[in-house]
């Protein structure tokens, strides 16, 4: 939820998802937050060496997931 350390960006996003779901009107209703991480995902040091159990438990569930999102959208631009 934020930048480690930076605990006023880390209260502003806080306080951003809370109004998000405070405001949401039905399940699985997405909303963009007006932040952005200040570097590539792929150029972070902070992330673990290793994936989570969680990720690593449900990573073909993922990748599934990502293909069929894949595929629909193939689908709605022909």
């Known amino acids: 939820m ?3 350390g ?3 960006g880390q209260r ?4 951003k998802t809370l109004e998000a779901l405070e405001k949401a009107k039905k399940p699985g ?3 963009h937050l007006p932040f952005t991480w200040p570097e590539e995902a792929k150029k972070t040091d902070w992330q673990p060496p290793e994936m989570s159990p969680l990720i690593k438990f449900y990573l ?3 990748k599934r ?3 069929e999102q894949e ?3 193939a689908k709605t631009k022909s």
């Open 2 to 4: 934020g930048q480690v």
């Open 6 to 8: 930076d605990r006023e």
């Open 12 to 15: 502003k996003v806080l306080l």
């Open 29 to 31: 209703e997405v909303w």
């Open 60 to 62: 073909e569930d993922i």
């Open 65 to 67: 997931a990502r293909k």
């Open 71 to 73: 595929e629909q959208a």
